[in-house]
């Protein structure tokens, strides 16, 4: 009796970063490409790039309000672990940040993180939540994404929606949603009474 060979799918180069991959089309991006270019583009942000002081001068050219999410990479994904944004200046906020620890010492694959692991089904027992998890001495963030934002209101909404997106302080190192700084708040507690009362 003759096997009936099973036929793997033909190798194709990404079409992105030019590594061979199974692929059913020759056109196609890898898992890993995948996994990066669909984070930044829930992000909405350019990157990711090295959390350093050199990275962040090269890449951010001007002072503007902004969004920023910082992580590790597993791989070639960057990992989301934190989320924030600067209502005046994103570039200094980023100097800010360089060589500092996560807020629970994480350093872990995106199946570990939680927002990672969620998407995929519940967290299995035995999973610690908290402390570190995976390998590495060092602690602090490696990379990061960014974003301009047209005014300190913008970069408020649109770090809302990343907090959200990523799993709020259950997914994410945020201790707590974010909140508008005081004369922000002001500024949208003004706008929100005055489009009350243009309906009105």
Not at 36 to 57: F, K, N, W
Request: glycine share 8%.
């Amino acid at each position: 009796m003759a096997e009936i060979a099973q036929e793997s799918p033909p190798l194709a180069s990404c079409f992105w970063c030019e590594r061979l991959h199974p692929a059913e089309h020759p056109l196609s991006v890898c898992a890993a490409c995948a996994a990066r270019v669909s984070t930044l583009r829930l992000l909405e942000m350019s990157g990711s790039y090295p959390l350093s002081d050199e990275a962040i001068d090269e890449a951010l050219t001007r002072t503007s309000p902004g969004n920023y999410a910082l992580g590790y990479l597993d791989g070639a994904t960057f990992v989301v672990y934190y989320v924030g944004r600067s209502d005046s200046d994103v570039r200094h906020r980023l100097h800010d940040w360089v060589g500092a620890p996560s807020r629970y010492e994480r350093y872990a694959p995106s199946r570990q993180a939680a927002w990672g692991s969620r998407r995929s089904g519940p967290m299995p027992l035995g999973i610690p939540a908290l402390g570190r998890v995976g390998a590495g001495g060092d602690s602090s963030y490696t990379r990061f994404a960014y974003s301009y934002a047209a005014s300190a209101e913008a970069a408020f909404e649109k770090e809302c929606r990343n907090y959200d997106d990523f799993g709020g302080s259950d997914g994410l190192d945020n201790e707590a949603p974010p909140v508008p700084t005081p004369p922000l708040e002001e500024r949208l507690a003004h706008r929100s009474f005055s489009s009350s009362r243009g309906a009105a």
